[in-house]
């Protein structure tokens, strides 16, 4: 696993083709200054994730941690940024909750799991009962001080759970971010959730941010005891989905009664069920995820070259 090197510097950097390498027209020093320090952050990610719902109650932050933590567990170097504003579940789901944050050097330092670095507006809260009521325009600069105020350091990936819905906080992301690399979009099987889905494709195609795929979560039960699929729910919405609209299918990923027990007491399913139908599928996912990327950056290589 690389080293924590720190974010690289604007004032160092040689390439005149970035955007904060000049001011802008009417732009003050505050302006200008804040704008390069985002910059030196976004410069030392390199691949860029928002896992995204079209509605709430699909298990979109669970995937987005299994996510987050087989990428880790690849000895990639990840971080997990959780900008569900009101309803911060990252820390619950990694066992974080009342995780103090702390500052150095004028920065905020990400808590640690296991080498994963991760932020999330639930370990600015004084309490799990707190309710956080803000508009747009506060969230949107939260969501900017999470990227720019954060010692990230070098990643190779930034994981963003990103709340559900096509709303502010999913596309101040995407602005904040400038550049995401790919979108994987979670949903159940039920149709009144995968209609859902094409809405975020939509989004994603407004706001040009590549598809990686769907994923299909609570995809059937799991027997414990005889190992015997049963479809609770009506299976294949998101496949449907993904077919009709044009974009990858990833994978659909089992109920599990370990797996759910494991999530509610704050332990990633594939650390500590790595044997599970749950398990495989992720690390599937990653690999398609891996491979997307891997893609993408040859691509650009070669127009480069």
């Not at 330092?109 to 309710?131: C, E, R, T, W």
Request: one cysteine or more; a neutral charge.
């Amino acid at each position: 696993m690389k080293s924590d090197k720190g974010s690289k510097q604007c004032s160092t950097c040689k390439d005149s083709s970035c955007s904060a390498s000049k001011r802008r027209p009417g732009e003050t020093d505050e302006e200008f200054e804040a704008r390069r320090k985002l910059a030196s952050k976004l410069c030392g990610i390199k691949h860029r994730l928002v896992v995204l719902s079209g509605k709430g109650g699909v298990g979109k932050s669970t995937v987005a941690v299994n996510l987050a933590i087989a990428l880790s567990m690849k000895n990639h170097e990840v971080g997990l940024l959780d900008v569900d504003i009101h309803g911060p579940s990252i820390p619950t789901l990694l066992g974080l909750e009342g995780e103090p944050i702390y500052g150095e050097k004028g920065e905020l330092l990400p808590v640690k799991y296991n080498g994963l670095k991760v932020i999330s507006p639930g370990f600015l809260l004084h309490s799990q009962d707190d309710a956080v009521i803000w508009r747009g325009p506060m969230k949107a600069g939260v969501i900017k001080q999470f990227i720019a105020d954060v010692a990230w350091g070098e990643l190779d990936y930034l994981v963003v759970d990103s709340p559900p819905g096509t709303g502010d906080e999913p596309l101040s992301v995407c602005q904040v971010l400038e550049r995401v690399d790919g979108a994987v979009i979670v949903t159940t099987p039920q149709k009144v959730a995968a209609v859902d889905v094409r809405k975020c494709i939509t989004f994603c195609r407004k706001v040009g941010v590549p598809i990686v795929g769907v994923i299909e979560n609570m995809s059937g039960f799991v027997c414990p005891k005889c190992g015997e699929v049963t479809n609770i729910f009506k299976t294949g919405g998101g496949q449907q989905i993904s077919e009709s609209m044009g974009v990858p299918f990833l994978g659909a990923i089992p109920i599990e009664p370990n797996v759910a027990s494991a999530c509610d007491n704050g332990k990633p399913f594939v650390k500590y069920f790595p044997q599970s139908r749950a398990t495989e599928v992720i690390y599937k996912v990653v690999e398609q995820i891996e491979e997307s990327f891997k893609s993408k950056q040859n691509d650009l290589s070669s127009a480069a070259g």
